[in-house]
């Protein structure tokens, strides 16, 4: 079932915390909003679900306009962050709640929260109370609670914020095997956590500041993103930004020339340079930083420099800056795509991926 936004628009008084929002998201696609707190991510799920009303604009499921449909009719589940559960009822009765509420015949509620617990991996924990459960065993029932309807769309939002980082990893994977890869259904999930929304979806809106600043699968929006803010927030760790100034094909950074053809028609002046930290190589050219700190992961290490006043991140897995002294000076070469983006509107202006450094 497709869910589409047109122009939605919603104000918290004189604050717009969505902006002219036009999605559509196709049927059986899982697909992510991704932004940081605050970004109005949440509300615009929230809008989704009726649970708020869009100031302007029109909220679409399955090609039928919902603005004025209650959300007990609009055939969505809603799995919130805090799970919600009903902590004087045990596992089988918060899974069988809304079947009940639908007035849903005894024999087939039982046939069909024993189903979903299975599915879930809960058969063992039917009789106990949400307090007996560990927080990812929580998530699960919420999760059964949603499943056992079967909704048209799901709708979660944050749903794995709560759990340690490694039950989020098994669970993300969990979800979207189950949600996407086998029951099919149209999957709206709301994350800050870009490594969430890069791992598990068909296609990620960035959301920032209420407007949906890019649509697109996780490579594209990798690979090229539209501005800085996408640039900045897709990536770990994240992308350098850099003043630096473009003429006669060439790119300056300080008394660092860079040289390319792919510079050709674009406008002199200054601009942005991005580049990814697993695209700068500590060698006998390139960029001279002070370093100022390691971080040693285990697989590799996080170098953090300053070049010019600017900080500067190189990330290496062979850890061979593993032990530099601190405010000894390396250089740090480009061996990757470099992203330029405009000074003023912070827009990507060009990718330039074959160039020369001096």
């Given amino acids: 079932m497709s869910v589409e936004l047109r122009n939605v628009t919603k104000r918290f008084g004189e604050v717009a915390a969505v902006y002219n929002v036009n999605l559509r998201v196709e049927s059986g696609e899982f697909f992510v909003l991704l932004g940081p707190s605050g970004s109005g991510k949440s509300t615009l799920l929230r809008i989704i679900a009726g649970l708020e009303e869009p100031d302007e604009g029109e909220v679409i499921i399955g090609g039928r306009v919902v603005n004025d449909v209650d959300p007990s009719e609009r055939d969505i589940a809603f799995v919130f962050q805090n799970y919600a559960l009903y902590p004087h009822m045990t596992v089988y009765d918060n899974i069988a709640f809304p079947l009940r509420m639908r007035k849903v015949p005894k024999d087939q509620i039982h046939a069909r929260v024993l189903e979903v617990a299975s599915m879930l991996g809960l058969t063992n924990h039917l009789s106990k109370y949400p307090y007996q459960l560990s927080g990812g065993e929580q998530q699960r029932v919420a999760l059964a609670r949603a499943i056992v309807r079967k909704p048209r769309v799901f709708l979660l939002d944050e749903p794995l914020s709560n759990l340690d980082a490694k039950l989020r990893v098994k669970l993300r994977f969990e979800l979207r095997k189950l949600l996407h890869d086998e029951l099919k259904t149209t999957t709206i999930y709301v994350t800050h956590d870009q490594v969430e929304a890069m791992t598990m979806a068909d296609r990620v809106g960035v959301i920032n500041r209420g407007q949906l600043v890019q649509v697109g699968t996780p490579d594209e929006l990798f690979e090229k993103p539209s501005n800085t803010f996408v640039a900045g927030f897709i990536g770990t760790p994240p992308m350098n930004f850099l003043p630096a100034r473009v003429a006669e094909k060439t790119l300056r950074l300080g008394n660092l020339a860079i040289r390319s053809e792919e510079l050709e028609g674009l ?52 850890r061979e800056h593993a032990q530099p002294e601190l405010n000894a000076e390396v250089r740090l070469k480009p061996v990757g795509p470099l992203y330029l983006f405009d000074s003023r509107s912070e827009e990507l202006l060009r990718v330039v991926r074959s160039y020369r450094v001096e």
């Fill in 267 to 318: 406008a002199e002046g200054e601009v942005i340079l991005g580049i990814r930290p697993q695209h700068l190589e500590v060698g006998e050219e390139g960029l001279p930083v002070r370093v100022v700190g390691v971080e040693r992961l285990g697989t590799g290490s996080i170098l953090h420099g300053v070049f010019e006043g600017f900080e500067v991140t190189a990330y290496s897995e062979k």
